[in-house]
């Protein structure tokens, strides 16, 4: 499982010490990836897509009577962010949050725009989880996404763009972020459903008996990433929450109803992953059960060898002594007799201890 390692996190916290507020300083680690601006311009009608070759581009939809999301990919390249920041007036604040992607998930609310930070949750190809910040900035009639690099869930919002599925171009800019973020949560469930197999899977593993010796490792990691959702989507539930709550003049209240729903959603999410913790630290005593049940029968195997060959020993060292006059010594079957004894004596332990279940 892929994760960000401890001195590279120690590294993102010292680029900011002493720095002045509102410094764009990239703290991700998707440095080779190209710098994209992906714009949607639509109105009930039509929608033109296009891509921007030219930052100063993105001005011009800033005051237009159409909604017009541009997406922009690759945070590394701070001076385009900047330069985007300046022609839409955002916050210097706002633009160093942006590229900060140790961000916790969060919403800011200014005279002309509103700020949201949250975590897109996907598995790549290798089955890591990866987590990586999108930040929005929803405005009058636009919307501004910003991506560490190219690749997210929004295929579905593209494609209702596209073919007028739904609701979405017949309504403003508020209802465009509700169907971004809900995209994200809805993927949400994709994860938490990716999460609740493996945890079935290893609770069977351990249950029938037949788990591997690296089973512990799978199951810290588990832990690991479990914690990782949790502080990645418990946080948005708070930002949907003054979103339905707080008197916001840039959504109106026909699409505070749906931003609700997504609220609903992150309850439901956020109940799963609980129950799913629980079941981890289960796994986890079920495991150490397990190697405690095998050490006991391998422990009960051995005293049941070691009882059945006392006796045996016994006889063995009596007629092993150095002593001159031993009776039985002198007689001709003596040695088998003795023999017969001994073998008798372990067919009735091994019978007797099969009576008691102990084998």
């Not at 022609?87 to 509103?114: F, G, S």
Request: proline fraction near 2%; glycine fraction near 4%; hydrophobic fraction near 40%.
């Amino acid at each position: 499982m892929a994760r960000k390692s401890s001195k590279k996190r120690t590294q993102d916290y010292v680029k900011h010490i002493g720095q002045i507020p509102g410094t764009l300083i990239y703290t991700g680690e998707k440095s080779d990836k190209d710098f994209q601006v992906e714009c949607f311009d639509y109105t009930k009608e039509n929608v033109e897509e296009s891509i921007l070759l030219n930052i100063e581009e993105v001005i011009n939809y800033k005051e237009t009577d159409s909604v017009t999301w541009i997406n922009i990919d690759g945070l590394k390249h701070t001076d385009k962010i900047e330069n985007i920041g300046k022609q839409y007036n955002l916050h210097p604040l706002v633009l160093e949050d942006i590229v900060n992607t140790t961000q916790r998930p969060k919403i800011d609310e200014y005279e002309a725009y509103l700020f949201v930070v949250l975590k897109m949750l996907y598995y790549d190809k290798n089955g890591s989880l990866v987590i990586e910040q999108v930040s929005l900035v929803l405005g009058k009639n636009y919307v501004l996404t910003f991506q560490e690099s190219e690749g997210d869930v929004f295929g579905t919002i593209r494609n209702r763009l596209r073919h007028n599925n739904g609701r979405i171009r017949g309504l403003k800019s508020d209802y465009l972020m509700y169907a971004l973020i809900d995209a994200v949560v809805d993927n949400y469930y994709t994860i938490i459903e990716t999460l609740g197999n493996k945890i079935e899977d290893l609770e069977t593993e351990l249950f029938e008996g037949h788990a591997r010796e690296d089973v512990n490792i799978e199951i810290q990691q588990l832990k690991r990433e479990i914690l990782r959702v949790r502080r990645a989507i418990f946080p948005l539930r708070e930002i949907i929450s003054r979103i339905t709550k707080d008197d916001q003049p840039l959504i109106y209240k026909r699409t505070i109803t749906y931003y609700r729903d997504i609220y609903d959603h992150l309850i439901q999410v956020s109940e799963n992953i609980d129950i799913y913790r629980e079941m981890i630290w289960s796994l986890m005593d079920m495991y150490m059960t397990t190697i405690s049940n095998k050490m006991n029968e391998v422990m009960k195997v051995l005293t049941i060898i070691a009882t059945i060959f006392i006796p045996l020993t016994f006889i063995a060292g009596i007629y092993g002594m150095n002593f001159k006059f031993i009776p039985e010594l002198q007689y001709k079957y003596g040695y088998f007799v003795l023999w017969g004894i001994m073998i008798l004596m372990f067919l009735a332990m091994l019978y007797y201890f099969k009576r008691k279940k102990w084998l």
